[in-house]
């Protein structure tokens, strides 16, 4: 099966906005082994969408549309499929109850044009949106396959992954559905990642391991194909812990989560609290932590101790160590760590002294970074960073490290 | 003149990169009057590019090609447009140099495949890159006008703004060139900025005036066209003072400033330091502020003051303040930002503390925000927000309003 995407929408054609949308199901439909050959976006004009629409008829089995569903008379992809087919559009009473709870809901005042947005193509499947009014639509005519879905692409997404896939794959006359689980790791590269577990790599078919870098962070997507999804869950947990008997050092989430996020959740569950001396992250750490709601029970508060001036008056680090070994040192992070904990009354302080760059700071090298964990009871722990990505991404992956040192070595995951 | 633009790469039908050429490409053009109908992504394959190429000639005036000018095998897509219109490539030594140069400049070694790069489409004008190696192409053949420019957009965009837009505009037989100049305005909405000059706006041909809101801010794109650059300027000049004798009390800077950027800068010239105190925005202001290379020598640093305990404990709010009031008002915010300034000994404290949501917190609605600012010698000001974007938004944009009122009331821009 090979199919086109066709964007619709004027917006795009003024470089109002990018066409993610036709990245996202490219990627959706390479995981599933539909070949995509063309993009196309054209314009809000009826006459320009069918000639794209009899074209994609000559090029492709499948050609999925995006936009052009909405209540305005902009809106056309519906009426100029129906009118390309000779076919008609017809109320959805399913479609056009779920529109009148969404403006209950949002306690908005429906108006006429929004009925509109009900009518669908005579003899489709609607794909139900969950996140929007438009419903999207699947059907087949002539050995074509025709799918229509809403232009915003936090109502496409969902409504693709959770309808439309399916409808592509029953199309395709597979009986086996196909099931994803990503494993989330921190800490190792993927070059590294990748020849670690790369037997496994090479010989596994089903489920298939396909792992992506992106952030300083690396992941694993494991896909299963199978009838049952029972079996295809058996799967996934069998090469889970394969891959986690060599990986689990590393291992930190699934999915959608992140590190702050499991950091969060975990000190919440534990009940431990937390105070923060940031230097060379300004505040970057606690602010995304506070990012997340509820961040007030677990979070007591810290400093922002960009200058040395204040790691001495406020954080109480000696003189000695300042003049000695430098702000950009070991003894440092111990001792803003511990200070920090103790001026906040928390169970845990974390500290981040460093040289974000441009340039070395108090000689250090751009990169150089200490991070410091104190834990009442326990012997302070420090960690080294050589890092090398410039001054944002310094400041960025410093937090992603604090996360997974707190993570490891104070909620033990 | 109608315009398609063609992107090559089968990494976009893969859904591995999202295809913003197109959308930069398209707001380009708009700008300089030109019409673009369709876009098109076609994989590196020859036929499927040939045939592209061929459907283009049919529906637009000017084609232009992003990607496949690489040294690889992959890219092809001068030499699908030298064989589908029957001519040849040459070698351009300009360009044979420039990549010579860019070996030598990184320190790496050349391979043979990279001279391929410097083969041009005979007869046609050569677009330097200055950001990479793979040289641009323009010419015209048959009345068609084709141009052929690099996929990655930190190469693509600046040789398009410098030599393709240019390029165009010669075509189209224009004497006058366009320049362009934004102005950037905070504190008012889209709405109400419109109003304020619609006159101005609905009058004016050259130079055009043009809104656009984004991230709680307004821009105003002034484009001039005249043959003159000297003229142009003037002509700016001229719709620039207009346009602030309404609306200075919310201009702060031009072109691709940000508020933060500004305050940052001001405060350095005027050695002015500063602290701040941040409750709902979590350390966000410092982050963005220390962001910025050199902030050390203006923000002395501050204290992230998420809990009542800190708040009272570590800022000295009063214990009355907290009772009678509440954390979320007027007399938290001055108080906060009073002890943060002598706590920091700084010439400025600023401080943030609100509701940010999801919900009430301390019974005031989402959105409610009271940011203090106190300064040596002068009373302290405050002043109250009602926002209502959710958590992140109301964080995002209290930190806006903060850099605002200081380049305002401290600055006195």
Redesign the interface.
């Known amino acids: 099966m090979n199919a086109e995407i066709i964007?619709v929408g004027s917006e795009?054609?003024?470089?109002?906005?990018?066409?993610?949308n036709?990245?996202?199901?490219?990627?959706?439909?390479?995981e599933i082994g539909v070949n995509?050959?063309?993009?196309?976006?054209?314009?809000d004009?009826s006459t320009?969408l069918k000639?794209?629409l009899a074209?994609a008829e000559k090029r492709a089995d499948l050609i999925i549309f995006t936009g052009g569903l909405g209540p305005t008379k902009d809106d056309l992809t519906k009426e100029t499929i129906a009118n390309h087919l000779e076919t008609t559009l017809e109320m959805n009473d399913a479609a056009f109850q779920s529109i009148k709870d969404y403006f209950h809901k949002t306690k908005r005042i429906m108006t006429p044009n929004n009925e509109k947005q009900a009518l669908v193509l005579k003899g489709s499947t609607v794909l139900a949106n969950e996140k929007g009014m438009a419903p999207g639509m699947y059907f087949s005519h002539n050995g074509m396959h025709y799918m229509l879905l809403p232009g915003p692409p936090f109502e496409m997404e969902p409504m693709f992954e959770k309808y439309g896939k399916t409808a592509i794959e029953k199309a395709l006359g597979r009986k086996e559905t196909i099931h994803s689980r990503v494993l989330r790791f921190f800490g190792i590269g993927e070059a590294q990642l990748e020849t670690e577990i790369e037997d496994i790599i090479n010989e596994q078919l089903n489920p298939t391991v396909a792992p992506l870098a992106s952030d300083g962070e690396v992941t694993l997507r494991l896909t299963a194909k199978h009838e049952s999804k029972e079996i295809a869950g058996e799967m996934l947990d069998q090469m889970e812990e394969k891959i986690l008997k060599i990986l689990s050092p590393y291992f930190y989430g699934y999915d959608d989560t992140s590190l702050m996020k499991e950091l969060s959740d975990r000190l919440k569950e534990k009940e431990i609290t937390l105070s923060?001396a940031?230097s060379?992250?300004?505040?970057?750490?606690?602010?995304e932590?506070?990012?997340i709601?509820g961040?007030?029970s677990v979070?007591?508060?810290?400093?922002?101790?960009?200058?040395n001036?204040?790691k001495k008056e406020?954080l109480s680090v000696s003189k000695n160590t300042l003049s000695i070994h430098g702000a950009v040192s070991e003894p440092c992070a111990k001792e803003l760590a511990e200070n920090v904990r103790e001026?906040?009354k928390s169970d845990i302080g974390i500290s981040f002294t460093g040289a974000a760059?441009?340039g070395p700071h108090e000689g250090m090298p751009e990169g150089t970074v200490w991070i410091g964990i104190a834990e009442k009871g326990k012997p302070t722990r420090t960690f080294l960073l050589n890092l090398a990505g410039g001054?944002?991404a310094n400041?960025i992956r410093t937090v992603k490290y604090g996360c997974y040192y707190l993570l490891k070595e104070v909620v033990s995951i």
Chains 1, 2 share one sequence.
């Open positions: 964007a795009l054609l003024l470089g109002q906005i990018v066409n993610t036709a990245r996202f199901l490219s990627e959706q439909l390479a995509v050959y063309y993009h196309t976006v054209v314009g004009n320009r000639d794209a074209l923060v940031e060379l992250t300004g505040g970057l750490f606690q602010s932590f506070t990012n709601s961040a007030g979070l007591k508060g810290g400093i922002v101790c960009y200058t001036e204040v406020l001026l906040f760059g441009p001054r944002n400041r």
